[in-house]
């Protein structure tokens, strides 16, 4: 097959109005209630949960499949087609006179396949919002920056022309997603868009995000920094010591070449460290946010929140210095003495700042993990429940 066949097939697939076809099975024309939207969240909110959970998995793979298909018959170039022409499809439908859906479950289905990684961090997001807020729309929006500033990250750490064109693909239709979410911004910021109602499912849904992206947050850094690092910086730095008999040239081996070599397998760590802490650092947001709304007369939630804030901006700090700290590791070893004379002259102080940031990070976390044994309840109380609805 041709990419144009492709893309065309796709868009066709892409375009089958599961939401409008499901609805009319029920004898319902969706577009004519709620929202008028043939989307699966119109759907669940006139027809039921269950039948919107249906539409939204129909979309979902009216995205997947062409998209894999076009991936595996033309490579990333076919899958990228594919996945453009589906959502395209979905919210352009011929048979509805281009009247369609705002695109999150096919572009979810479509991207799935792509950039699995960047989606499920979307996902996450997205469940964490509407656990919180209980706005689907507010949750689509959400979702779909997180996939896309995911997919940009990777494509920018990666390098690769794959990585560049899928991270695109995520980006335009985030924007694509934000265009047909307009009249919803508006309603969001008017504070009039409509609410799923609160419950005990949600309420817990949330903390559970919560207490599972803050205990990652917190052990993950701990482990590396305070056991993983150090273990391998004492081993690499003892065998100049004692040296194993299986390292090859191991006479030859000082502590300098030893903590050389630590440096450079640690190294390639800090990358994925970060991103796992930017993303618990956002679920932990959101969720904290949602804990003071619950409870606002509780002055416990707003501290929590601004420990979270505080541990978040150590860690957007923390990155660029980090990745300036390996440069000036590897250039204390370069050919050029004036370079390595400037490199040993700043390694020690930026090195000192980066450990600062980066224990701070861990106190800051520690505590946010002490202070999950006083979350709040599950069951609103009569007035949370009021506040909280539009």
């Not at 689509?140 to 920018?156: E, K, R, Y």
């Not at 009249?183 to 207490?211: D, M, P, Y």
């Amino acid at each position: 097959m041709t990419f144009a066949v492709i893309s065309v097939v796709a868009y066709f697939v892409g375009s089958v109005p599961f939401g409008f076809l499901v609805a009319r099975c029920r004898g319902v024309d969706i577009r004519a209630i709620g929202s008028g939207n043939i989307g699966a969240t119109n759907v669940a909110r006139s027809l039921g949960p269950k039948t919107g959970l249906i539409v939204f998995l129909l979309d979902a793979l009216k995205g997947a499949i062409p998209t894999a298909l076009g991936e595996s018959w033309l490579g990333i170039e076919g899958g990228v087609g594919a996945a453009v022409a589906a959502l395209l499809g979905h919210m352009f439908p011929v048979w509805l006179r281009f009247r369609g859906g705002k695109g999150v479950a096919t572009g979810a289905g479509a991207l799935t396949v792509l950039l699995p990684l960047p989606v499920t961090c979307g996902l996450l997001v997205w469940l964490a919002v509407f656990a919180t807020w209980r706005i689907v729309s507010l949750a689509s929006l959400s979702g779909a920056v997180m996939l896309a500033g995911v997919a940009i990250g990777g494509a920018i750490l990666s390098g690769t022309d794959a990585a560049t064109k899928k991270a695109l693909v995520a980006a335009g239709a985030s924007l694509l997603v934000w265009a047909r979410h307009a009249e919803n911004l508006v309603r969001i910021a008017r504070g009039t868009e409509n609410r799923f109602s609160e419950s005990t499912t949600l309420r817990g849904i949330s903390k559970i995000i919560h207490v599972g992206a803050l205990a990652l947050w917190f052990g993950s850094n701990f482990f590396f920094s305070l056991i993983v690092a150090v273990l391998i910086f004492r081993t690499w730095e003892g065998y100049a010591d004692d040296p194993p008999p299986w390292l090859p040239g191991f006479g030859a081996l000082t502590k300098e070449t030893g903590t050389r070599i630590a440096g450079a397998t640690v190294g390639p760590i800090f990358p994925f460290l970060f991103a796992v802490q930017g993303i618990c650092s956002v679920l932990v947001l959101i969720t904290s946010l949602g804990f003071s709304r619950w409870e606002p007369k509780r002055r416990l939630h707003r501290v929590r929140f601004g420990i979270v804030v505080l541990a978040a901006l150590t860690v957007v700090a923390g990155w660029p210095i980090s990745r300036h700290v390996s440069a000036l590791r590897e250039q204390r070893y370069s050919r050029d003495a004036s370079v390595s004379a400037m490199a040993r002259e700043q390694f020690g102080p930026w090195h000192a700042v980066s450990l600062f940031l980066n224990f701070g990070t861990i106190a800051l976390t520690g505590v946010a993990t002490a202070l999950a044994a006083f979350l709040p309840p599950n069951e609103p109380t009569t007035d949370q429940g009021k506040s909280g609805s539009c």
